[in-house]
Nanobody, 118 residues
């Protein structure tokens, strides 16, 4: 069982920045591909970014490319999402997900609210 706890959400003006953190416990962090998803009211949850277990490869949805950066610190069992030049459309609950790289197993965090508004 892996527990994921997100931090760093809040209210920010358009053009501003936030950094989300997701701390993992209870498992071997390097066995998991880590991802950030988001969900806004009335919409399906969507993948924002993902990073391989070693951090060697990352993937982003088109709408956040060049603005968001996913990274991980395997010594701290933590994954980050640096969000710059935030837009109103980025408003959502952001969720951290751990996906095992071998077996069919995944875990979700509880989510953190990000609101972009003037």
């Amino acid at each position: 069982q892996v527990e994921l706890v997100e931090f760093g959400g809040g209210l920010v003006q358009p053009g501003g920045s936030l950094r989300l953190s997701c701390a993992a416990s209870g498992g071997t962090f390097t066995n998991y591909i880590m991802s950030w998803f988001r969900q806004s009211p009335g919409k399906e949850r969507e993948l924002v970014a993902s990073i391989t277990s070693t951090g060697s490869k990352t993937n982003y949805r088109d709408s956040v490319k060049g603005r968001f950066t996913i990274s991980r610190d395997n010594t701290k069992n933590t994954v980050y999402l640096q969000m710059d030049d935030l837009k109103v459309d980025d408003t959502a609950v952001y969720y951290c997900k751990a996906t095992h790289r071998v077996v069919t197993l995944h875990f979700w965090g509880q989510g953190t609210q990000v609101t972009v508004s003037s």
